[in-house]
């Protein structure tokens, strides 16, 4: 087992050590000057940008990469995984997003609908990398279905509990960390208020199709909806002490309706905080 944490955190240091050069790499000449990031460009192929939008646009989701890593380290460790786990978890996070950088230099924008799916084009970058031949053959089909679901509306059907464990924790890990980055777009209503058939979903506690947005009020509907999709209860504790919840509340209209929907689902949040965590995988 020693043998397997040694050869397991070895390849964690060579991914991340990756991965950093790989998100730096987009980088502008002048924001590489400045970036946090603790590895320089040295051989890797670099892609320049003046455009300012695109430069805020990696390093939102280099950010993005470190607190989903660190969410899953600490998701884990609250479940108690072994190190080895735990050491996989971090690599699914690592590469979660990895279709990101591609995706917005090449369309310019993070939405999966007019351009493509972010999972699938992180499948197609990890897809030749040599260090991935080094995960035994079960880690690496866990992670590829783990980084393959960590977006869907919902986990693919599948009898391996494995696969359907780890890809629960990304998802948690993920949303978690969407809650804050998409705080500053969550504002106060501008008027246009929610899609009929989205409250309709809400209301009855369920997930609706988020390609399908079509106001500014749909968007933070989503983001409630998503509360009925978090799987462990210290995940929905880390989203509700960060008051994300009530302050999209806070901003949506208010009417009998959507009052329904927020009652159900205040209800639901706090019977969820009581249950225990379980890890199936």
């Known amino acids: 087992m020693m043998n397997d944490i040694a050869k397991m955190q070895e390849l964690w ?24 990031s603790h590895l320089e460009i040295k051989s890797a192929k670099t892609i320049f940008f003046d455009d300012a939008q695109i430069v805020d646009g990696i390093i939102l989701k280099e950010k993005h990469t470190w607190k989903v890593v660190k969410n899953c380290e600490n998701l884990a460790k609250h479940l108690n995984l072994n190190e080895h786990d735990s050491l996989l ?12 950088f591609y995706q917005f230099t090449v369309y310019r924008t993070f939405n999966d609908a007019l351009s493509e799916n972010h999972a699938k084009l992180g499948l197609k970058v990890i897809k030749d990398l040599p260090f991935m031949a080094k995960l035994d053959e079960e880690d690496l089909a866990t992670l590829k279905f783990a980084i393959g679901n960590h977006n869907a509306k919902e986990i693919a059907p599948t009898e391996n509990q494995r696969h ?12 978690i960390d969407i809650y804050r980055v998409l705080k500053p777009f969550l504002g106060p209503t501008d008027g246009t208020g929610c899609s009929p058939d989205f409250v309709d979903l809400f209301v009855a506690g369920k997930q609706c199709d988020y390609t399908k947005m079509r106001t500014q009020d749909d968007r933070k509907l989503v983001r409630l909806m998503w509360v009925y999709d978090v799987y462990f209860a210290w995940s929905l504790k880390q989203i509700v002490e960060q008051n994300y919840i009530e302050d999209i509340i806070n901003n949506l209209v208010q009417d009998e309706k959507m009052m329904q929907g927020i009652t159900r689902l205040r209800n639901y949040i706090q019977e969820k905080l009581q249950t ?3 890890w199936q995988g």
């Open 13 to 36: 240091q060579e991914m991340s050590s990756w991965m950093t050069t790989y998100m730096k790499s987009f980088y502008s000449p002048e924001a590489a000057k400045t970036a946090k």
């Open 89 to 100: 978890a971090k690599m699914i996070g690592l590469f979660h997003d990895v279709g990101r």
């Open 164 to 175: 359907l464990a780890f890809a629960k924790l990304i998802r948690d890990a993920d949303k």
């Open 276 to 278: 225990k965590d379980i």
